[in-house]
C-alpha cells in the first residue's frame, strides 16, 4: 500500500465526488458534508458504470445507471441492484491535499 | 400447495421473485421463462463488449436457489386457467397458484411488406446474436425504425465500420420518446457519424440485398433489422378474458380485472391517476412495478406511482428522461459543461426533465430533477436555466419550505 496524491480538496464539491484514476484503475474519491475525504473503487459492482459520474447525497453515492447505492465511508452496497460491497481506501487530507492509499 | 407463480422471467419477473421473498412471503414461488438462458438484463444486448453480444445475468442459478425461487426455462405457457387458479404448460402440466403475476413483456412489431421474413428482429439475446453473427458477414445494414431501438443499433454498428441506413416513416426519428430538442441533436450526430437516413417514407420491398422504399429508392442492405417498436404480450391475458388494451390492464395497485393476477412491466398497461392506462417499456420501470406488485401480492396495499425515466447511450452520447415531456410544457434550458438540460414546467409546476451528454454526465442532475419532480415544486425558471445554481440547493431550500 501507497499513498498517492490525487487532488486538492477544492476540486471536490463538497458533497460530491470526482472520479481518480491511477495505474490503469478508476477509483472514485468523495467528499462528504462534513469535509472528510472517503476513497472507493471507481466502478459500480453492478455494471462497469463510473461511480463519480452518480449522484452524491449525505453519505451514500447512486450508480448513474441503475440507481443502485453505496455508503462510500465503508464501501456497503444499501440499495439493489448494487448487492456487492465496493472496496475502500483510505483517504486523508493534508494541507489541503488529498491522497489515498492504494493497493 | 399453490404459492405463487410468475409468467415471464425477465427483468420484471426476476425482480418480482426476489422481492416477494423480501417481503417474507416463504410459500413456494415458480418463475416461468420462456428462454433457455437464466434471467438476463435486456439494456446491454445494444452493446457489445469486445465484439460479442453481452450476457449479463440478472441473478445466478445459486441465488435464485438460495432463495427458494424455482426456475423454470424454455417453458412455454398454454393457458390461463383463471376460475381453477391454474397455469397449464404446452406440455399439459398443471402449476396451481394462490396469486398469478404476468410479466410477459413485449415483442417486437411485424413488418408486413414483401419479404418482411427477410428482417431480422431485436429483443432477445438469441436474436443479438444472430443480428451480430450476420453483421460481421456483411458491409450493409438497413434498420428499419428511428426509435430508440433502432438508433442504439445504428451508433454500434457503425463503431464496427458498416454502412448503416435507417428508414422511418415518420418525418424525424426519435419522435415519440425524446424530447424534440434532443431527438434532432441526436439526428445530428447520427448524420455526422454516416448514417444514411430515409424519413418520412415506407417500405415497399424487402429483396435480397436491399429495401425497395415507397418513394422508389432502393437502400442497399446485406442485412435488415426491423426496429419498429414493440408490442405487449397480451394472448394469455386475452385468451383467459382479463381485460386487455394497449397491455393487461391494470388498477393503479397492478391488479388485473382477476384480483387473483396481477401484472407488471413491459406488458402492464396501468390505470392513471387522471385516467386512463399507460404502459412504460423502461428497465427501472420494469423493476419498480415488479417490486410494487410483488408487495401487493403478498398483502400490501400500494398504489405504483414512480416517475417514468429512461436512459439511451449511443456513440459518446447519454440521454436520460425522468417525467413525460409533453409539447404544452413550459420549457426551461440550461446549458452544461459537457451537454444541456431541458426542464419542463406545467403551470409552473416541474413535472419533467432531460439532459444530453457525454457519457453519464447529465446524470446527477436527472436524478436530483426527479426528486425535485415527486416533491412537486415550482422552482424560479431563472434558477433552472442557471448552471451556476445547484439543483441540490433547490431541492434543499424545497424540502426546508
Known sequence: MSWVSACQLEDIEQEGAIRFDHSGRSYAIYRGPDDSVYCTAGLCTHEAVHLADGLVMDFEVECPKHSGAFDYRTGEAIRLPACANLKTYPAEVVDGEVRVALD | ?401
Open chain 2, 1 to 401: 400447495m399453490g404459492g405463487f407463480v410468475i409468467v415471464g422471467a425477465g427483468e420484471a419477473g426476476t425482480r418480482a421473485a426476489f422481492a416477494l421473498r423480501e417481503t417474507g412471503y416463504d410459500k413456494p414461488i415458480k418463475l416461468i421463462g420462456a428462454e433457455t438462458h437464466l434471467p438476463y438484463e435486456r439494456p446491454p444486448l445494444s452493446k457489445p463488449y469486445n465484439g460479442a453480444v453481452a450476457m449479463k445475468a440478472i441473478c445466478s442459478a445459486e441465488a435464485l436457489l438460495n432463495a427458494g425461487i424455482t426456475y423454470l426455462p424454455a417453458v412455454e405457457v398454454a393457458e390461463l386457467d383463471v376460475a381453477g387458479q391454474a397455469v397449464i404448460l404446452s406440455d399439459g402440466q398443471s402449476l396451481a397458484y394462490d396469486k398469478l403475476l404476468l410479466t410477459t413483456g413485449g415483442r417486437p412489431r411485424k413488418l408486413s411488406c414483401p419479404g418482411a421474413g427477410r428482417a431480422l428482429e431485436f429483443r432477445t439475446y438469441d436474436d443479438a446474436k444472430i443480428i451480430l453473427d450476420s453483421v460481421n458477414a456483411s458491409r450493409s445494414v438497413a434498420i428499419i425504425g428511428g426509435g430508440l431501438i433502432g438508433m442504439e443499433l445504428a451508433a454500434m454498428l457503425r463503431g464496427k465500420g458498416l454502412i448503416v441506413s435507417i428508414v422511418e416513416a415518420a418525418p424525424k426519428p426519435l419522435g415519440r420518446a425524446v424530447p424534440s430538442r434532443f431527438a434532432a441533436k441526436m439526428h445530428t450526430r447520427h448524420v455526422d457519424e454516416g448514417v444514411n437516413f430515409h424519413l418520412g417514407v415506407g417500405i415497399s420491398e424487402i429483396r435480397d440485398n436491399t429495401v425497395l422504399l415507397t418513394n422508389g429508392a432502393e437502400v442497399p442492405a446485406d442485412v435488415v433489422v426491423a426496429a419498429v417498436g414493440v408490442q405487449p404480450e397480451i394472448s394469455l391475458a386475452e385468451k383467459a378474458g382479463l381485460a386487455t388494451g394497449n397491455g393487461v390492464l391494470t388498477n393503479p395497485f397492478l391488479q388485473t380485472s382477476d384480483r387473483h393476477i396481477f401484472a407488471a412491466g413491459d406488458c402492464a398497461a396501468v390505470e392513471q391517476h387522471g385516467g386512463g392506462h399507460v404502459r412504460f417499456e423502461s428497465w427501472r420501470n420494469a423493476r419498480s412495478q415488479a417490486q410494487t406488485a410483488a408487495r401487493n401480492m403478498a398483502g400490501a396495499n400500494e398504489a405504483f406511482s414512480a416517475i417514468p425515466w429512461f436512459w439511451t447511450d449511443q456513440y459518446d452520447l447519454g440521454l436520460q428522461v425522468a417525467g413525460l415531456p409533453q409539447p404544452h410544457h413550459q420549457s426551461v434550458v440550461r446549458a452544461l459543461p459537457t451537454g444541456e438540460m431541458e426542464f419542463y414546467l406545467d403551470e409552473g409546476t416541474l413535472v419533467a426533465a432531460a439532459g444530453l451528454g457525454i457519457g453519464n454526465s447529465v446524470a446527477k442532475d436527472i436524478k436530483l430533477s426527479e426528486m425535485l419532480i415527486a416533491a412537486a415544486v415550482s422552482p424560479d425558471p431563472a434558477a433552472l436555466a442557471d448552471a451556476g445554481v445547484n439543483l441540490k440547493t433547490l431541492l434543499k431550500s424545497a424540502k426546508a419550505a
